[in-house]
């Protein structure tokens, strides 16, 4: 059976840890060889309250919290890209494209992962990373290892974190979903490495910070939005990635 390995690719450190945490530490913990690429450095984001840095130092501080989160969920690798936070959308697509598709030629992914369409939250930068890793995969698909490419979402179904509105899709859509518990902690452990931006992560994980990680998710959901595996169905929910994805891959 060759290595299984997955690439995550998201547009802002701490990303990760909020869309997907349970499911990367649980896949890591199994030997998948998993891969990261951040298309900023976050500089846009809070220093801390009280500043934790100073602005010009919030992209530095900010790469280093995504590798210490990293190296918690089990990351092998991570790429960071040096365009601007919240200036995603203004890169012309195709030359993202092109750097995605660099690293998946560098990491060999079976599977990647991204935001769908919207975002989660709406912000433009995950419209713009999910839009150009849609389009990477699909349109040179013939030339690249990928066999699923899925989007990170949450249900409608899930209760929305006081005073945000996230973006959700129905459950009857979503494809997948791959349930963690025992990865709570680690999650945790990974979102409070992410320290300039404690206040978003208390406010969408609520006592965090204090230690109750009852809000922690425990499962993460996603849609499946393409795969070039013949004959492949979903009955039901996959309850993993890789399902359907031949072992000599």
């Excluded at 092109?98 to 369409?117: G, N």
């Excluded at 995950?126 to 890793?133: F, G, K, Y």
């Excluded at 929305?160 to 979903?177: N, V």
Aim: aromatic share 6%; glycine share 6%.
């Amino acid at each position: 059976m060759s290595t299984r390995r997955l690439l995550l690719v998201f547009a802002h450190p701490d990303d990760e840890s909020f869309t997907s945490a349970v499911t990367i530490a649980k896949y890591a913990a199994k030997g998948v060889e998993i891969s990261l690429v951040c298309a900023t450095r976050g500089q846009a984001g809070s220093a801390g309250d009280p500043p934790l840095c100073s602005p010009g130092e919030l992209p530095q501080v900010r790469e280093r919290e995504l590798r210490e989160a990293a190296q918690i969920l089990g990351i092998r690798h991570v790429e960071v890209l040096d365009y601007k936070d919240k200036h995603l959308s203004e890169v012309p697509q195709g030359i993202l494209c092109e750097q995605i598709r660099q690293a998946i030629r560098s990491y060999r992914p079976q599977v990647v992962i991204t935001f769908a369409p919207h975002g989660i939250s709406g912000h433009p930068d995950h419209r713009a990373i999910s839009s150009a890793t849609s389009q990477a995969v699909r349109e040179r698909s013939e030339t690249l290892p990928v066999r699923k490419l899925y989007h990170c979402t949450i249900p409608s179904t899930s209760p929305q974190p006081p005073g945000r509105t996230l973006h959700t899709d129905p459950y009857e859509e979503i494809t997948t979903e791959i349930t963690a518990p025992t990865f709570v902690p680690t999650a945790a452990r990974a979102l409070l490495a992410h320290r300039t931006q404690h206040k978003s992560v208390e406010g969408v994980f609520p006592g965090i910070t204090r230690g109750d990680l009852s809000r922690v998710r425990h499962v993460n959901h996603f849609i499946l939005a393409w795969h070039n595996l013949p004959g492949y169905r979903i009955v039901g929910k996959e309850n993993d990635l890789f399902a359907g994805i031949p072992a000599s891959d």
